[in-house]
Structure formats: structure tokens, C-alpha cells
């Protein structure tokens, strides 16, 4: 059989009908050209000339895409956000452009200049635009390449319900219910957070997307070493950008049950939304990691809220205390200095009383830190409560 | 207030659908219901082996049990037998023979259950709920893999009650399947591991995750040769990936589909995402079906990359799904998937298994290879 040029070309008007030979390879290297003139989807070539139609089933436009990996770079389809329309409707088709097949094949790490990780920006908003207006299930960790975002609690819905029959069998609900409440407000307000983007929003995400050695996405590393299942998850889900954090945090339990929804555990309130700072602070902990003196437990402290040790019961879910603790301070420092070499405010690990004014002398020495006075400099070194 | 919004409900909308006296929308696709289904959420589906004759299908469920019903090629069903485990049953399976269900439990243990005598003996112990549990036939060795959301992976010969291996995972396994030579199991925090089985279970690879969002589902195809070359896998957000693990190109070969949304026909209005909670291949077209908590069932053509067919919508999603061994029968279940949280959890409500003909719905588009 003669193999058809038209085809060869993306072009070809019979599709399975034609009498001519459709090379497969063909086929897929003009996929891209095969966009605009059909109008109609990716896959269905039959699609393009409705007299070839054979039955009704061709109708469907296919909803698939090229490459997911593309969604995420461009932004375009990202969230699934209504990109790509179900019916026949040719109007509402919005090939953002051919650039989203060209990307494909450059989609190297060199791309990741400062261009792309405002689309990421970008992405990451219309992500969560959808993910708050779709219903779709909350509990889910969330990433856009090559660094995952964190801040997000990854539990399935078996897990949930097991949760929920455990309660219900031993005649206490009102644990699970509090929890998936805290969850659920924990989930939204992160949502919202990144979806509104505010300029230290998009610091944190923007290094944090860079700097995917602190992230567990290479896969397999650093991902939260802890058996218990659900306190671990929240601390592992800002842990695992530090790898080492968890075996902090893990406080010796070596069960690696269920869940355990005890309102009392901290892991809520340690990934408190607008605490995004913690992947970076986790990042600056990685890098000067001779830096601090209680290194992992410190590191875990920061974000637990509650005693390096103790597994603390009393810790208010909700409130946003600050210890002054080594780790925090210093990152949080770092993390408000503003520059994108987030690591790169003092050399030097501590201030001296002198360097700080008044105000800043007096929040370190305080109990907790007054939101937006957060001083800026590192701690003096005398000031450090371990 | 509800954490998930205002989703446009099933079917007829929310909650209180039973007691319709109009259209009843548990049903819409008139397939044959299974007697005596399971009075709680249908966790799993599993035919038998063709090496057995007939088809039984074997159901697990948030009731503890498990069910066997013997499925007559006039489309009735017989429910057979049943088993209890102390715990949702989240997992089952069948050995190559079809004489055992292997079942996989949130009481930390995995049985065996032989047909012939009915008896039931633990093969398994884990720190933490089962979640899947496979057979795997080696030429040189036989055993029980299950993945547990203690992050292991243990590989269980049925005689002993230690494990012959035990792997330990980056995370909470969330899904797993097993064609030989080759295991891929899907963990938390996104994680994806491919595993080689000859000789003895390794690892062999892990993969950057094609979605962002959390894994839910994975089923291994095979290529024309009937060796395992890649994977589907979905995610809690509408979306499948089609995966291959060698493909010679892999910016082409590999891609995802959205799938369980709702019609969202123009971008202003949100769509409904919903996700996919099983994904089968047809074991003779090699075409997939994907079932998700918008109570749908679709069926796809990987390699045309076309959707075949898609369902009504049931009043209920659909939490698992099965092809019998030679692909005429499609089994789905109906029933709470947890999708919405406890609001929506109505334990009056009737779980379903449908069977449906698949001979002819699932035949692949392209016909030119």
C-alpha cells in the first residue's frame, strides 16, 4: 500500500478510512501538527471529517493530553481548570499555542530560569483555583515539577474512613471529627494562601521549587523516616524537605499503626498553613547543617511548635507561637531578608547585642515573637533557650 | 460546614437519593446486579484465573467480609461463600490455580482462603493496615506480596510466618499491581516504585511521578507480546497517566488523560473532579476501563488514545472494578467511596455490583498496528 502523504502530514482527512497505508511512527511525530486544523482532539482522527464517521462513539472528544509533564510548565490546561472543553465546540478550543508542544522536547532542567518559575507561579495558581472550586479530595500532597510544595498533608480517604469506623467502634467520634476539622482548615487555608500568592508566598515556593535536593522528589530521599502514621505525615510532609528532620521528631515511636487522630498530637499545627516558611526553613536548615547546635531536634522543634522533646499536650492547634529557638529564628530571619539567595543573609550565625535596635533585642527575649516585628538579624548567641 | 464545598451531588443529587419513586439512578446502565452484595462499601473485585473453569467473583468489603459468588454464563449469580476479617477488607486476590483468595485486611493481617475446604489460615502480619495484597508465580518461586501503610512491602510464602523479604518503601503504599516479571507500587507523598521479580523481588527503579496529586490506582499492561511494559495510574484529581518503563520515546510515549470531570463545556463555570478509584485492563484487547467517584465508568483506548465509552452516572461512585480472564464480563461496584467525608456516609444506603457484557465495548479503534 501506498503510505499517505496527507497523514504523514497530520493532515490526513479519512483517518482509519483511508485507503492508503498510516505508518504509525508517522502518526506520532505530527501529532502537533495535527492541532489546529482538526479542531477537534488529539487522538480522533476520524474526528476530522464527519462524513467517515462511523458511529456515534467518535464523537467523544478525547480529552488527552500531550504530556503532563507540559500542563505543568505552561500552565495553560494546568489545573484541568475547564482547559480543555468536552464537546464538539470549536470555538471553545484554546490551543494555548503550538509552544506547548515544543516544550516537550527541551523540558531540561535548564529551563528552570527565572521565566519558568514564574509560570510555575502561575500554575500553582490556577491549580488552586480548581482545587478549591472542583470538590476534589483535599487531603492530597500537591507538587509541580521538579519540587513538591509542602504544607499539604497526603491521607487517602481509606485511611480517613478507617479513622472514622475506629472511632465509631470505640465510641469516641468526636477525635476524628476535630481532626479532619483541623485538617480540613489547615488544607484550605494553605490553598488559599498559595493561591492569593503574596510576595513571601512566592519566595518560599520559588525556592522551594528551585532547590529540589531539599525536596523529596529526587525520589525515595528523605522522606519521613517515621512509622506512625498521621502525626508523622504532617511534620513529614514539611520534614521531608529536610530529610532529616524527622528522625527528630519521630520521638522514638516506632509504631507504625494507624493514624492516631489524638487532638493532642501536634502534627497540625506544626504544618500550620501560613507557616509555608517551614520548606524554607527547612532549607536553610539542610545547608549550614553544622550551623545549629541541636541540629534534628531543633530542626523538628521549629516545627512542631512544642518542646524538642516532649510530645505536648497542650499546644494550641491554631495559634501561631513562635519559640525563639535557634533554628527558627535565624531561618525565619533569613526568609523575610526577601533576596532570593535565601541563604545568604549573615555569614555569621549570631548577632552581637550591639547589631540589634531595641525592638529586636526585645522580641528575642520575649516569650513569643509579635507577628511582623520578627526580627530580621539572628539571635545573639546568649539569647538562645535550649 | 462542609469541607467539600458545593459540588453539583449524584445522580439526583446528595445524599437522600433512595426513596426516589421516579427514576432510580442506582442502575442506569440496566446491568445484571449481583445478589447479595456486601452491606457495606465494596472495597475490591477479583475473578478467577482462567485456570479454573466458570467464572466466581470474589468481593471484599468495609463489612469485614469477603464474598465469593459463582457467576453463570446466563448472567446469574450465586453467591457462594463467605469470610470475616476483624477489619475492612481492602484487598483480594486469587492464586494462579484459582484454589485460594488471598484477602488483605485494616486488622494487620492477610488469609488465605481455601474454596475447596472453606477454611481460612492468616499468612500475614503487618505493623499496619494491608492495603494490597498480589499473587506472584516465578518460575523459581511462589509467594504473597503485600504492601502495607507501615511503608513495607512484604513478600510472604504461605508456609511460614515470617516473611521470605521484606522491602521497605519511601511511604504509605497506597496501590500496587503484578504482571511477572514486573511490581509497581504506588506509595504516599506521590511516590512510584517499579520492582523486578525474577530471582527474587528487587527494586528496580523509581519513578519521577507523572501527577501532582495523590496516587489512588495503578494497573500494569502488557505490550502484543503479553509482556509488562508500562502502567496506568490514576490520581484524586481526575487524571490518569499512561506510563511505559522503557519506551523509546519517552516525551511521546508517555502521557495523561483527564477523566471523571464534569462536563465543564465552557471554562468559566469549575469543573467537578472527581477521582479515579480503579483502573482495569481488558486482559484480550488490552484496552483500560477507569471507574471514579462521579459514579462513572469509562472506557479507553491507550494506544488510539481515545475514550471509548463512558457510562450514565450512578447515584453512588463506583470504588472498584474487574475483568473476568477472557474479558467478557465487566464488574463494577457501586457504592461509598469516602470522596466527600463522613456527611456523606449513609450506612442505610444499598451497595451494588454490576456485570456488564464487555465483549464488545471495549474493542480497540485503531485497527491498523
Request: overall charge neutral; aromatic content about 10%; some cysteine.
Amino acid at each position: 500500500m501506498t503510505v499517505c502523504n496527507f497523514f504523514l502530514q497530520g493532515r490526513c482527512r479519512y483517518g482509519d478510512k483511508c485507503w492508503n497505508e498510516h505508518p504509525r511512527g508517522g502518526r506520532g511525530g505530527d501529532f502537533r501538527g495535527n492541532q489546529q486544523p482538526s479542531r477537534g482532539g488529539y487522538g480522533n482522527r476520524v474526528w476530522i471529517n464527519p462524513s467517515q464517521r462511523s458511529g456515534g462513539d467518535y464523537v467523544q472528544q478525547s480529552s488527552f493530553s500531550r504530556d503532563g509533564n507540559n500542563d505543568w510548565s505552561r500552565g495553560g490546561g494546568g489545573g484541568g481548570g475547564g482547559g480543555t472543553p468536552r464537546d464538539v465546540k470549536s470555538s471553545d478550543f484554546s490551543f494555548s499555542s503550538q509552544n506547548r508542544f515544543s516544550a516537550l522536547t527541551s523540558h531540561t532542567p535548564s529551563e528552570k530560569d527565572a521565566q519558568s518559575s514564574t509560570d510555575d507561579v502561575d500554575t500553582i495558581q490556577k491549580d488552586m483555583e480548581v482545587w478549591q472550586t472542583s470538590g476534589q479530595w483535599p487531603f492530597s500532597c500537591y507538587s509541580v515539577l521538579p519540587g513538591k510544595l509542602s504544607g499539604f498533608v497526603e491521607v487517602s480517604p481509606e485511611e480517613l474512613r478507617l479513622e472514622y469506623y475506629s472511632g465509631r467502634a470505640s465510641g469516641d467520634l468526636q477525635a476524628y471529627m476535630s481532626s479532619v476539622q483541623q485538617l480540613a482548615d489547615q488544607w484550605r487555608s494553605r490553598v488559599q494562601e498559595l493561591r492569593s500568592m503574596s510576595s513571601s508566598t512566592r519566595i518560599s515556593v520559588i525556592s522551594e521549587l528551585n532547590n529540589p535536593s531539599l525536596q523529596t522528589s529526587t525520589p525515595g530521599s528523605g522522606f519521613g523516616s517515621t512509622a506512625s502514621g498521621f502525626g508523622a505525615t504532617s511534620s513529614s510532609s514539611s520534614s521531608s524537605s529536610t530529610g532529616f528532620g524527622a528522625a527528630g521528631f519521630g520521638q522514638g515511636s516506632q509504631s507504625s499503626s494507624t493514624f492516631s487522630f489524638a487532638p493532642s498530637k501536634t502534627g497540625f499545627g506544626a504544618a500550620s498553613s501560613t507557616q509555608h516558611a517551614s520548606g524554607v526553613v527547612s532549607g536553610v536548615l539542610a545547608q549550614p547543617s553544622s550551623g545549629f547546635g541541636c541540629a534534628p531536634a531543633a530542626s523538628a522543634s521549629s516545627f512542631s511548635f512544642s518542646e524538642p522533646q516532649a510530645s505536648s499536650v497542650s499546644v494550641s492547634v491554631s495559634s501561631f507561637s513562635f519559640r525563639p529557638s535557634p533554628g527558627e529564628s535565624s531561618a525565619s530571619a533569613v526568609l523575610q531578608s526577601g533576596s532570593s539567595g535565601v541563604f545568604g543573609a549573615d555569614t555569621a550565625l549570631f548577632s552581637t547585642h550591639t547589631d540589634l535596635t531595641a525592638e529586636e533585642l526585645k522580641e528575642f527575649t520575649s516569650k513569643r515573637f509579635t507577628l511582623g516585628q520578627i526580627p530580621l538579624k539572628p539571635p545573639p548567641a546568649d539569647l538562645l533557650v535550649l | 460546614m462542609s469541607l467539600f464545598g458545593t459540588n453539583t451531588g449524584f445522580g439526583s443529587g446528595g445524599t437522600g437519593v433512595f426513596g426516589n419513586t421516579t427514576t432510580d439512578s442506582h442502575n442506569p446502565m440496566k446491568d445484571v446486579e449481583v445478589t447479595s452484595p456486601p452491606d457495606d462499601s465494596i472495597s475490591c473485585l477479583a475473578f478467577s484465573p482462567p485456570t479454573m473453569p466458570g467464572n466466581f467473583l470474589i468481593g471484599g468489603s468495609w463489612a469485614n467480609d469477603v464474598r465469593c459468588w459463582e457467576v453463570q454464563d446466563n448472567g446469574q449469580t450465586v453467591p457462594k461463600a463467605q469470610q470475616m476479617h476483624t477489619g475492612p477488607v481492602l484487598d483480594v486476590c486469587w492464586s494462579d490455580d484459582g484454589s485460594k483468595v488471598f484477602t488483605a485486611s485494616c486488622d494487620k493481617t492477610a488469609k488465605m482462603w481455601d474454596l475447596n475446604s472453606n477454611q481460612t489460615i492468616q499468612i500475614a502480619q503487618h505493623e499496619g493496615p494491608i492495603r494490597t495484597i498480589h499473587w506472584i508465580k516465578a518460575p523459581n518461586y511462589s509467594c504473597v506480596m503485600t504492601g502495607s501503610w507501615d511503608k513495607t512491602l512484604k513478600f510472604w510464602d504461605t508456609r511460614s510466618p515470617n516473611p521470605m523479604m521484606s522491602l521497605q518503601m519511601p511511604e504509605r503504599c497506597y496501590c500496587a499491581d503484578v504482571v511477572y516479571p514486573m511490581a509497581v507500587v504506588a506509595t504516599a507523598e506521590r511516590g512510584l516504585i517499579v520492582y523486578q521479580l525474577e530471582n527474587q523481588p528487587s527494586e528496580f527503579r523509581r519513578i519521577e511521578s507523572p501527577l501532582k496529586h495523590q496516587h489512588r490506582c495503578v494497573a500494569i499492561f502488557k505490550d502484543k507480546q503479553s509482556k509488562p511494559t508500562g502502567f496506568a495510574l490514576g490520581s484524586i484529581e481526575g487524571r490518569v497517566a499512561i506510563h511505559y518503563i522503557n519506551p523509546p520515546n519517552p516525551a511521546k510515549d508517555n502521557f495523561t488523560f483527564k477523566c471523571h470531570r464534569s462536563n465543564g463545556t465552557n471554562t468559566a463555570t469549575p469543573q467537578d473532579i472527581y477521582a479515579v478509584n480503579a483502573i482495569s485492563f481488558h486482559p484480550v484487547h488490552g484496552t483500560l476501563a477507569t471507574v471514579g467517584s462521579d459514579g462513572r465508568f469509562s472506557f479507553w483506548d491507550k494506544d488510539a488514545r481515545t475514550k471509548l465509552k463512558t457510562s450514565e452516572q450512578l447515584d453512588q461512585p463506583i470504588t472498584a472494578c474487574c475483568f473476568n480472564n477472557n474479558g467478557n464480563i465487566f464488574a463494577y461496584a457501586s457504592s461509598y467511596d469516602w470522596s466527600k467525608g463522613h456527611e456523606y456516609y449513609n450506612p442505610q444506603k444499598k451497595n451494588y455490583i454490576f456485570l456488564r457484557n464487555a465483549a464488545e465495548e471495549l474493542k480497540p479503534r485503531n485497527k491498523k498496528w
